[in-house]
Structure formats: C-alpha cells, structure tokens
C-alpha cells in the first residue's frame, strides 16, 4: 500500500521562505505524476503544482515565479519551495501521486503565513 507523507509546513511570516517535502513509501515503482494542492478553510481544495517522472511541471497563476516544485525519482519525493509567502497562502497542504487509475493522497501539513 502506498503512503504519501508530507514535512515542513509551520508558522511563518508574509515574505518568507518554506519548503515541503513528501515521500511515497510501499511503491515499487515511480509515481508518475507527484503534486501539491492545498485547501483553505472554506474553500475547495486546489491544484498548487504538479510535475511528471519526466520533469514537466504546471504551476496555479497564483504560484508562478514564487513556487517551485522538484522530484527525485529513485526516492519517490516530491518538494515545494515557496518563497516570498503571502497570507493567502494560509491552508492544508497535501502531497498526491498518481499512477493510471491509482491516486495517493497525504494527510496533510498545515501552512500558516501571518501578515
């Protein structure tokens, strides 16, 4: 069974930096699309960025030139730098991969940007 566990959300202020880091474990295989969504209270959850085993990445509007996200292959990680954090990007962060039919989500990491 494959689980995705997330690390390093917290407790920052507007303007600084953080990175996220989330394993897939119980995989024999890559996990062809690894991403990050995130859900607000109140809102629906969303697509921050994705990126492929081939390294194509898609980034929300509200992202691009801030956030960047990498993988390595072999381990099956994926991670999200985010630089220059505004409050608005106050949410639950998840880790997903997906592989054909077959989607992995983690519990879950909390960011919290205070203005």
């Known amino acids: 069974q494959v689980q995705m566990v997330e690390s390093g959300g917290g407790l920052v202020q507007a303007g600084d930096n953080l990175r996220l880091s989330c394993v897939a474990s119980?995989?024999?295989?890559?996990?062809?699309?690894m991403g990050w969504y995130r859900q607000a209270p109140g809102k629906q959850r969303e697509l921050v960025a994705d990126i492929t085993s081939g390294g194509l990445t898609n980034y929300a509007d509200s992202v691009k030139g801030r956030f960047t996200i990498s993988r390595d292959n072999p381990k099956n990680a994926v991670y999200l730098q985010m630089n220059n954090l505004k409050p608005e990007d106050t949410a639950v962060y998840y880790c997903?991969?997906?592989?054909?039919?077959?989607?992995?989500w983690g519990q879950g990491t909390q960011v919290t940007v205070s203005s």
């Open positions: 119980g995989s024999g295989f890559v996990i062809r699309v």
């Open positions: 997903r991969g997906g592989m054909g039919f077959s989607v992995y």
